[in-house]
Nanobody, 121 residues
Framework: QVQLVESGGGLVQPGGSLRLSCAAS????????MGWYRQAPGKQRELVAS???????DYADSVKGRVTISRDNAKNTVYLQMNSLKPEDTAVYYC???????????????WGQGTQVTVSS
């Protein structure tokens, strides 16, 4: 079994910054990819950013230039640095990881419990 634990959410003023972290633990052979999704009230969950084990990244158009995703493979941890935050970035942010627990096992999808990010003055 694999657990994802997020941290770093909170309340920030427009134009401010936040850094989210997500650490994966449990039986892990490899994780590819890791990423962040978000869900605002009344809206569907959407991809914010993802990163492969090799460092290739993908970003939603709405956050390009303001958000940077990174990961520490040795620590099975992914980070999301968010700058120039806007009220429309307000949402619950979920960490995501596609994990192989053993070399021969199938990949499984895991989610964190979510962390609230609120951008408001």
């Amino acid at each position: 079994q694999v657990q994802l634990v997020e941290s770093g959410g909170g309340l920030v003023q427009p134009g401010g910054s936040l850094r989210l972290s997500c650490a994966a633990s449990g039986t892990i052979f490899s994780i590819n990819p890791m990423g962040w999704y978000r869900q605002a009230p009344g809206k569907q969950r959407e991809l914010v950013a993802s990163i492969t084990s090799g460092g290739s990244t993908d970003y939603a158009d709405s956050v390009k230039g303001r958000v940077t995703i990174s990961r520490d493979n040795a620590k099975n941890t992914v980070y999301l640095q968010m700058n120039s935050l806007k009220p429309e970035d307000t949402a619950v942010y979920y960490c995501y990881a596609r994990v192989k627990s053993y070399y021969y096992s199938e990949r499984g999808d895991y989610w964190g419990q979510g962390t609230q990010v609120t951008v408001s003055s």
